[in-house]
């Protein structure tokens, strides 16, 4: 099901494959999804990728992610060069908004960053807005 809905472009379709795979995580608890969020991170589909990253975003107000935001912010920062715009533009959004809780965390993912490749420039400038 989940490879049949990622195919679908509409967005309203995309948000709600995100919010789908959230309320699973919720259930299942998020440190058991680890190994299924890994596994989506690596699926073929951008769209599929862009529903774990907007997880991501808002997870680290929940349970585990928000105990140990590391987590998140590791598996987003793994995205930085994925050849996809729409999921490199998710992951900068993802971390910037992380940011605002974190900015430690995410000054010191970035600071590690090389800056040559244009992709993880692009996604750089979005994460870095609130890093001071």
Not at 14 to 24: G, H, M, R, V, Y
Not at 60 to 80: G, H, M
């Amino acid at each position: 099901m989940r490879d049949i809905v990622s195919r679908d472009d509409n967005w309203r379709v995309q948000e709600i494959l995100a919010k789908s795979f959230d309320e699973f995580c919720k259930k299942k608890g998020y440190e058991n999804a680890l190994p299924t969020i890994d596994e989506w991170l690596k699926n073929r589909n951008p769209n599929t990728r862009r529903a774990v990253t907007e997880g991501l975003r808002i997870w680290t107000s929940r349970p585990y992610f928000k105990e140990n935001p590391a987590e998140a912010i590791e598996r987003l920062a793994d995205l930085r060069e994925d050849p996809s715009e729409y999921v490199r533009k998710s992951v900068g959004n993802a971390l910037r908004d992380i940011s605002k809780k974190y900015p430690e965390l995410i000054k010191a993912e970035l600071d590690s960053w090389n800056l040559e490749s244009k992709e993880i420039n692009q996604v750089y400038k979005l994460a870095n807005k609130f890093v001071k």
